[in-house]
């Protein structure tokens, strides 16, 4: 590795970046920020607004936004794409009869001009309820594969236990240092 690209990436490392979390009501948004967070999960309580934690992965600042996914509140998501280093989408593996909704949710935000690159990690939630479709099965819920326009996966997870929550986190970490040394 050349001195001018170590230096980019001690740059990246001391930066902050601006994660959102996204996904309709009852996804389990709040419930990954706080598993993420270390906190207790046991109580979580619906999001009417907005929670933010700063984290620190990876000699990483992340200033991750949770914002709440109710149908009313959803229109107020555009208010906070600016500066948008990587996108989490939270799905509800469980609820097959909310795919189409969410889908149509996740097709107008990948359409937003502030979030044009930016990557998204899916983060199929509840894997470990019975009912769970699997990652498999959303991503072509989702139609994931058509996204050409972008870094994306999906990862099964369960943000009760904090299962999968590691290695999703370990992706967008990855995809937002190689973004940000390219541009540098």
Aim: with cysteine; proline share 3%.
């Amino acid at each position: 590795m050349g001195l001018l690209a170590l230096l980019k990436k001690l740059n990246r490392a001391d930066k902050e970046s601006r994660i959102l979390v996204l996904g309709l009501d009852n996804s389990g948004k709040t419930t990954v920020l706080k598993q993420l967070g270390g906190e207790d999960v046991s109580r979580v309580t619906p999001t009417q607004g907005f929670n933010v934690k700063s984290l620190t992965k990876s000699s990483m600042q992340l200033n991750v936004w949770d914002i709440g996914g109710q149908k009313t509140i959803r229109p107020y998501w555009r208010n906070y794409l600016d500066h948008t280093d990587a996108l989490i989408y939270v799905i509800d593996s469980s609820d097959q009869k909310r795919m189409h909704e969410t889908s149509a949710e996740l097709d107008l935000l990948l359409d937003e001009d502030k979030l044009k690159g930016v990557p998204l990690l899916v983060l199929a939630n509840k894997q470990d309820l019975l009912n769970s479709i699997s990652p498999e099965e959303i991503s072509n819920e989702l139609k994931l594969k058509s996204i050409c326009n972008r870094p994306w996966t999906i990862r099964p997870c369960s943000a009760r236990d904090g299962e999968g929550l590691t290695d999703g986190m370990e992706w967008v970490i990855t995809q937002i240092n190689e973004k940000g040394m390219g541009g540098l």
